[in-house]
């Protein structure tokens, strides 16, 4: 197997025709990887992405060859993928307000050009869930995703090929956050990628609904006018921006407690939707 590409989280292997993507137990915020690992997320990641490719292999086609057919020392973490040529845009569904979506609302009163109502604070349930697309930043320090609105999307992809991302992604978001809520857990955004296969077929790559992709909150926390409780990257996220850290290399390193807690709570929302004890 040749390594093709390394990178924040995941590893990237050609074996043929085929693609091995290697989740590790990395972790980054604000685009930088920090110096500490947390054990078993990578398997977690994965665990969790191959539950929700099935549970949703009805809505759009994925990546997914095989999670068993891939070399023993990455047993768990690892998928055999069909190469994609992948599209240039992330493919981001919000039904709650949070995160640069919140600052873009109170900027602007709406994100990637969808307006939204007056008066919504943080943690506030969108009146029905939007597409918010953002740029596909290289992995350039100091360089990130920016919001770009729906027109930006049809002319980069055209017009079909842009209303399917926004189909596709707001009824993968729906789907996935009936069934979490029907576990106890909110699913308040996520990002997804898409790639086309050789025959031009748009399909679901890399993760799907998983604590690095997505803000998960328990349901019976919620409450719109503060920060929630995350079972996601949010929790490191928020200690890492409360170091004082200027968010540039080298990241600092993390505390014994704040791994544990955020392998906690990474393997507690894996439990609590897919009724799976970890481990």
Known sequence: MQLIHSGKV?????????LVLVASDRVSVYDVVLPTPIPDKGKILTQLSLWWFDQLADLVP???????DVPAEWAG??????RLSMLQVECIARGYLAGLGLRE?????????????????????LP?????????????????????????????????????????????YGRGAAIAA??????????LEFGRDATGTLTLADELLTSDSSRFWP????EPGRAQHAMDKQFVRDWAAGTGWDKKPPAPEVPDQIVAATQERYADVYQRITGQRWR
Do not use: M
Not at 62 to 68: D, G, L, M, R
Not at 106 to 125: H, K, M, N
């Open 10 to 18: 995941r590893d990237v292997y050609a074996d043929g025709n085929d």
């Open 62 to 68: 994925n990546h997914v060859i095989s999670a068993t």
């Open 77 to 82: 973490r690892a998928i055999r993928c069909r």
């Open 105 to 125: 609302y109170q900027a602007t009163g709406a994100v990637s050009a969808v307006p939204l109502p007056g008066g919504l604070i943080e943690g506030s349930r």
């Open 128 to 172: 029905e869930p939007i597409f918010t697309p953002t740029t596909k930043a290289p992995p350039e320090p100091g360089v990130h995703d920016e919001f770009i609105t729906f027109d930006d999307v049809v002319a980069q992809e055209g017009a079909d090929v842009a209303e399917e991302l926004r189909r596709i992604t707001l009824e993968v």
């Open 182 to 191: 029907d576990r106890g857990v909110i699913i308040a955004d996520t990002k």
């Open 219 to 222: 349901a019976d926390q919620w």
